[in-house]
């Protein structure tokens, strides 16, 4: 039954493929040529070498947003040129009028849509699946990211690397270059084209532009849109890349709930970062320190599952695409979190726990083949009964047809290098593994994609009897109309202990239709929405159901509003509190809730000094009501600061003796920029579900490119009964410098 359902899903996915694929056509591709550079190109924002004279360039660019086909209300005009050891590009961009750019802040990996900002993406593979970013904003902010799966989904700017650039602003136009070296980008030897796009978004003109039409609906970094970039000879394989980024670190802290004196700690590590070929690179790290990492925005919890939160950890994130995208959202196999981070159980806080070593293998073995192999020794952690644990993970992907792919994966989680005196709360002999496969097919158009995939897990008291999951999707887009659907499966004792897999033993299909509608007035797009979810199991044949109904706005000046309406049914398989108290009486298993509720969704002008979010909720909730409201207020002084506050209330009324709850999450945030090397940021985050407040204040100071001081000093207290009564206290410092060899 269950091998039938599997080749029937792939014969379904290999009948649409292939139609597809017969049935694709594309209009002609837009190229812009690259020659070398025939003199030294200085980095000054004057563009007056001879090369740049020579260049070919692109212009004539159209919107994407607020309208599309239509042409840019503003020139831009893009050139490339390429010596030995850099890529060269030098842009152009005129102002639509004398009024101030829009910037957010002076803070690397700028990101929003309403920002100025000058972008372009580079396919070096052209195979329409990965890419990067590179840009900047006329304050000579720089960024870059990765591009994942074809470009459907946000640029993940977590991704450094080092590169130089030099912005000069006129009275009607700005000019940037950039220079970025040819061994910090991954590429084939011999390569003559790529796969090219250049972007910009211009907030005084209200518009959103690119080099090669893009289609309203679609991500600005879809790569099924991307032109070519032709260069006039091969390229070269680019020298060595190698860099060395040693650490030192240290601090002070107290555990004031637990009485324990001040204590203090010194550590020393480093990463290092080897290019083994032009497209695959060697990550090493020994005894790693995350402590200048961002802390987690804190979530207020009233579901009965498990919040994501997402990978904010640099050595995790270059290729991550290939180790942490398989599966979805809710069932992934591997979660990079699991590894080195456990759960403060006395403030329900995430905390570091101590990594020994690891090393992550990644990248493309040829323009076909991907590779990933990570493994990370972690240590034990005797406060939280845990064993030293080694983390592993292998990967192999292949490319087929134009832009899809089919994958194989295993995890394995495992106790390693343990003193057998010692008692744990694991045993010593257990370990977790998962294997799986997954395909997932891209038109070469970009408006049809489709996946499936199966996973197992293993354990040392394996039964072989329900430790899968699988799934299927079909997702269909156009400009005026979407479909999406997808079914999962996920078996009883399935277990990823290295993953991200919320609940267990459930059969879920979910169905999402959008229309989409182009008024030419003061609305960019409006229409309706309409889903449908079915959760069930084996011995009941409904778990979970709902319907939505929704409809969106989204209006010229950046403002969207959302307007939805939520018809729910839930079987309770456990006894549930939603307002999470530990007494008081619980919703029973076996008891089930049929509930309506509205809610909204507004963003305001983003291009805007002060601007907003505002969602609200109002409704039944199993057997009560709930009256909920969250969002953020923001206000910046361009360009050195952002103050800002998070918010979030959820008023819960159930009958007698069931517990009401007034949860309150309010986080107000400083995020000052002094200069593009010197940043504060202050976070105050007060938690009425945790009973817990926390500070968390980060000084950054980066002395040379990719290279960072960092001061951090966190806090967190009682809220209540004892209020403002501290738990405990740390400061830590962290110097990294990046060293090319």
């Given amino acids: 039954m269950r091998l039938g359902w599997i080749y029937s899903t792939i014969l379904v996915f290999l009948f649409f493929q292939n139609t597809l694929v017969r049935a694709q056509s594309k209009d002609a591709i837009r190229v812009l040529h690259a020659n070398e550079a025939i003199d030294a190109i200085i980095l000054d924002g004057t563009l007056d070498e001879m090369s740049w004279e020579k260049a070919d360039f692109a212009s004539d660019f159209w919107q994407i947003w607020p309208a599309d086909s239509v042409p840019a209300k503003t020139n831009t005009e893009v050139r490339i040129t390429y010596n030995e050891d850099f890529l060269y590009i030098g842009a152009k961009m005129y102002n639509y009028n004398d009024q101030p750019y829009i910037i957010k802040s002076l803070r690397r990996d700028f990101q929003g849509a309403e920002i100025d900002g000058f972008h372009v993406n580079f396919d070096t593979f052209f195979d329409q699946t990965n890419a990067i970013n590179f840009a900047v904003n006329p304050f000579g902010v720089q960024r870059e990211g990765t591009i994942t799966n074809g ?32 061994k910090t ?37 879809s790569l099924a849109f991307d032109g070519e970039l032709i260069f006039d000879k091969p390229l070269k394989k680019p020298g060595a890349n190698v860099a060395v ?24 590590g480093g990463d290092a970062k080897i290019g083994i070929t032009p497209g695959l690179n060697l990550d090493l790290t020994v005894n790693p320190d995350f402590s200048q990492v961002e802390v987690d925005r804190q979530q207020t919890n009233i579901t009965r599952f498990e919040l994501f939160f997402p ?5 995790f994130l270059e290729n991550a695409d290939l180790f942490s995208d398989f599966g979805g959202r809710s069932i992934k196999p591997f979660f990079s979190r699991r590894i080195g981070i456990a759960e403060d159980t006395t403030t329900g806080v995430n905390i570091q726990n101590s990594i020994h070593a690891g090393l992550r293998l990644s990248g493309k073995l040829d323009a ?25 993970m ?10 899809s792919t089919i994958s194989g994966f295993i995890v394995n989680k495992q106790a390693l290098f343990n003193d057998d005196s010692k008692e744990y709360s694991v045993p010593l002999d257990h370990f977790n593994r998962v294997v799986g496969a997954e395909y997932n097919y891209r038109s070469p158009n970009g408006r049809f994609r489709s996946s499936g995939f199966y996973h197992g897990s293993f354990t040392e008291d394996d039964t072989l009897n329900g430790e899968y999951a699988r799934g299927a ?132 002008n983003l291009r805007k000094e002060f601007y907003y979010r505002i969602n609200g909720t109002v409704g039944s909730f199993f057997n009560g009501q709930i009256i909920g409201i969250n969002g953020n207020l923001n206000y910046r002084i361009q360009p050195i600061a ?30 000052l920029t002094f200069t593009r090397n010197l940043f504060f940021t202050t976070l105050v985050q007060y938690n009425s579900q945790l009973e817990n407040i926390n500070l968390n204040a980060r000084f950054q100071w980066r002395y040379k490119p990719v290279s960072d001081f960092f001061l951090v000093y966190t806090d967190n207290y009682f809220s209540a009964p004892m209020f403002l009564k501290a738990r405990n206290r740390a400061v830590v410092f962290k110097m990294t410098y990046w060293l090319n060899i």
């Avoid at 590429?187 to 910009?200: C, P």
């Avoid at 650490?247 to 700690?265: L, Q």
């Avoid at 990978?311 to 050595?315: A, C, H, N, V």
């Avoid at 192999?373 to 644990?389: H, R, S, V």
């Fill in 151 to 182: 470009g459907t989904g946000r640029i993940d700017t977590s991704w450094d690397n080092k590169w130089f650039s030099e912005v000069k602003a006129y009275d009607d136009y700005w000019i940037a270059e950039l220079a970025i070296p040819f």
């Fill in 394 to 403: 292998g990967v192999i992907q292949r490319k087929v047809f134009s832009n």
């Fill in 368 to 392: 076909n083949w991907r590779l990933g192999l990570l493994n990370m020794q972690a240590a034990d952690d005797e406060k939280n009964g845990l064993p030293a644990t080694n983390y592993s």
């Fill in 245 to 268: 980024i040693p650490y030192i670190a240290g601090g002070i802290d107290k555990d004031y709930e637990e009485d324990t004196d001040t204590s203090g700690n010194f550590e020393i």
């Fill in 185 to 221: 980008i991954r590429y084939k030897e011999g390569a003559t084209k790529w796969g090219f796009n250049t972007l910009r978004l211009d907030g005084n003109a209200n518009e959103r532009v690119s080099w090669t039409a893009i289609p309203q609906g679609f991500s600005l970094a």
């Fill in 473 to 604: 999707s079909i997702n269909y887009q156009t400009r005026d109309f979407s479909l999406f659907t997808i079914y999962r499966e996920v078996g009883e004792d399935f277990t990823a202990e290295v993953g991200f897999v919320p609940r267990l033993d459930f059969r879920r299909s979910f169905t999402q239709g959008k229309l989409n509608f182009y008024p030419k007035n003061f609305i960019s797009s409006h229409g309706p929405s309409l889903e449908y979810e079915h959760i069930w199991n084996d011995d009941l044949s409904r778990t979970d159901q709902s319907v939505n109904i929704g409809y969106e706005f989204s209006f010229v000046n950046q403002a969207r509003l959302t307007l939805e309406g939520k018809f729910e049914y839930i079987y309770l398989l456990d006894d549930f509190d939603p307002a999470r108290k530990d007494e008081g009486e619980e919703l029973l298993a076996g008891t089930d809730y049929s509930y309506q509720r509205f809610e909204w969704r507004y963003s305001s």
């Fill in 311 to 315: 990978e904010r950890r640099q050595f």
């Fill in 642 to 671: 952002i103050f800002s506050i998070d918010y979030n209330y959820n008023r819960i009324r159930l009958p007698e003796p069931f517990n009401d709850a007034n949860l309150f999450l309010i986080g107000p945030r400083a995020d």
